[in-house]
DNA sequence: AATTATATACAGAAAAAACCGTACGTACTT
DNA sequence: AAGTACGTACGGTTTTTTCTGTATATAATT
């Protein structure tokens, strides 16, 4: 059973209809190699943009031309970004989804996801590090060896500053104080 | 001629750091694909990190032990991505080359570089097929056509709202305001 | 001018990633 | 309980990307 949200449009109409969908959908597919997704992802995700229903891998695999396999790890990929939902809907075995229609909730969630995550691996891995070059310090050594150490150590310090700062801003995204400095609404000027 | 900054040490010592270095040098180098870049040249990046002076193709790809090839593309993406400049030095006829150490701007102008991009070109599409929808919406048509029109111009609306609250905030990254309300310095609680 | 040193364009090789079909496990239906 | 519909793990194939060696263009040195 194939619903066809064209029902009863005149050729010429469906198309120029398509014609305007497929510029978006393609331009979404190609910069959404921003959020690491892969082209044919952001395009699955341009095509749902415009869907009024929740697809099922089905259709999607149909629409896209691509095989149901591809669908459900796209749509995982997807779903693990928080830009598309898994929505229950009554009397379907399938399952269903559906584009995150907030998409400044939908930045906010990836930077926080997948910088915070950075942000904390380095940060990790700076302090380990420094803690063993402070205790090589400590335990004596040439003045060479000390010159080095400490460079090393300046570098590592600018860098845990950094993250922290950025941290901070990630900060902002995720409490939503962000929309306190940049709001929604454009400023009417 | 191949300098050594570690001379004169001892080879516990010179193991020991280069251990530290090489944790921060792999995470470095495993959280660089949010920046679109390919994890080999994120550890060319975490290499010349460590290095107190610029250096050239073939240290690089010695120290790498990769090809002066890989090297020069590798240095042409970080380059391109303000996230290596290219010095001079009077008497090499070599390219040097060295981290840019203020990793605040670093990441600002990434920001700024690459989602600008994407702001803009989204944009455009969403504005062009908004200026092809309305005009069919005045040339007439059925309620059908209407009602799906109508939606599909709703979802560019939103999409170009949210595109410009993005523009937003990357102005906020250009202008250097994000440093005044995400200061450097971590506030001394 | 000839020689040498340097970076990179280019094409092929190697590696990685995307994609698909099959097989299987789970859960719903009968 | 048997049968059916569904999503996905998995292995193999195709496509894309990365990496390398050679060739070439450019600029410095002799």
Redesign the pocket.
């Known amino acids: 059973m194939m619903t066809n949200d064209f029902a009863g449009l005149e050729a010429a109409q469906e198309q120029a209809i398509q014609k305007a969908r497929k510029r978006v959908i393609e331009s979404i597919g190609k910069n959404m190699d921003l959020y690491g997704i892969?082209?044919?992802?952001g395009l699955l995700y341009g095509l749902m943009f415009f869907q009024d229903k929740p697809m099922?891998?089905?259709e999607m695999g149909q629409a896209m031309e691509?095989?149901?396999?591809?669908m459900?790890t796209?749509?995982?990929t997807l779903v693990d970004l928080n830009m598309v939902n898994k929505v229950w809907e009554k009397g379907s075995?399938?399952?269903l989804y559906e584009v995150e229609r907030d998409w400044h909730q939908t930045f906010a969630d990836f930077f926080v996801l997948k910088w915070r995550k950075a942000v904390e691996l380095n940060l990790m891995a700076l302090r380990r590090s420094k803690a063993e070059l402070d205790k090589l310090a400590e335990s004596g050594g040439s003045e060479a060896l000390h010159a080095l150490i400490g460079g090393d150590l300046e570098k590592i310090r600018q860098a845990i500053d950094y993250y922290l700062w950025l941290d901070r801003v990630i900060d902002l995204m995720e409490s939503g104080e962000i929309f306190k400095h940049v709001p929604k609404e454009e400023p009417s000027s």
């Open positions: 892969t082209q044919s992802t099922n891998l089905d691509m095989s149901k396999t591809s459900s796209g749509i995982r075995r399938k399952d």
